[in-house]
């Protein structure tokens, strides 16, 4: 139902500005099996959206200049308490675990 079909006073309200647009400004990474993003550990800001969940900062050198952010999920939180700021990453999503209601990720330090 578009707002033409509500005809209300409200009807005529057509701009839609997310609530936690600033979070969501540059590109969030995908959860999907294998998906694995490479880069430095540039920022965090903690309890995000409406879940209050860590939100990860990765400068992966994207050719569009933008940001990779990814929420913190157990698995990822754990793991991400033995990173710095300015770390060099690979983080990739492993799988969710239905029967645990779990996603997996695997964090790796990169080094010259």
Request: no cysteine.
């Amino acid at each position: 139902m578009n707002s033409d079909e509500h005809n209300n006073r409200y009807s005529n309200y057509t701009k839609k500005i997310p609530v936690d647009e600033n979070y969501y400004d540059d590109i969030l990474f995908e959860k999907i099996p294998g998906n694995k993003i490479v880069g430095k550990y540039i920022d965090l800001s903690e309890n995000v959206g409406r879940y209050h969940q860590n939100l990860y900062h990765i400068d992966s050198d994207r050719p569009d200049n933008k940001i990779t952010k990814i929420f913190g999920y157990a698995s990822l939180d754990r793991q991400m308490k033995e990173v710095n700021i300015g770390d060099v990453l690979e983080i990739e999503y492993v799988k969710f675990h239905i029967d645990k209601n779990y996603h997996e990720f695997k964090v790796s330090k990169l080094y010259y």
